[in-house]
Nanobody
Framework: HVQLVESGGGSVQEGGSLRLSCEVS????????MGWFRQAPGKEREGVAS???????RYGDAVKGRFTISKDIAKNTVHLQMNSLKTEDTGMYYC????????????????WGQGTQVTVS
């Protein structure tokens, strides 16, 4: 069973940076694609970034050029570096995994973490 644990959220001023981490309990086919999603109050969950086992990355239009997703294979951890944060980046950020190639639809992901809150003011 894959377990995902997020960390690194917090409160930051607009223009600041945060680095989120997602620790993965078991790396393998079940975690072929790792994604970050976010959900603001009253809004649907949206894709932020994803990375697959080949290292291919994708980003949501709202974060392109500001966020960077990466993998630390030795530590079974996926990071999301968030720079130039805006108030609209506020929300709960979730790490997710699926066994096939990355998708934008959160319903396509089988494994989810509990989330970490990011607040930009």
């Amino acid at each position: 069973h894959v377990q995902l644990v997020e960390s690194g959220g917090g409160s930051v001023q607009e223009g600041g940076s945060l680095r989120l981490s997602c620790e993965v309990s078991a790396v393998g086919q079940s975690t072929y694609c790792m994604g970050w999603f976010r959900q603001a109050p009253g809004k649907e969950r949206e894709g932020v970034a994803s990375i697959d086992n080949e290292g291919d990355t994708r980003y949501g239009d709202a974060v392109k050029g500001r966020f960077t997703i990466s993998k630390d294979i030795a530590k079974n951890t996926v990071h999301l570096q968030m720079n130039s944060l805006k108030t609209e980046d506020t929300g709960m950020y979730y790490c997710a995994a699926r066994a096939q190639r990355c998708q934008q639809d959160p319903d396509e992901y089988n494994h989810w973490g509990q989330g970490t809150q990011v607040t930009v003011s």
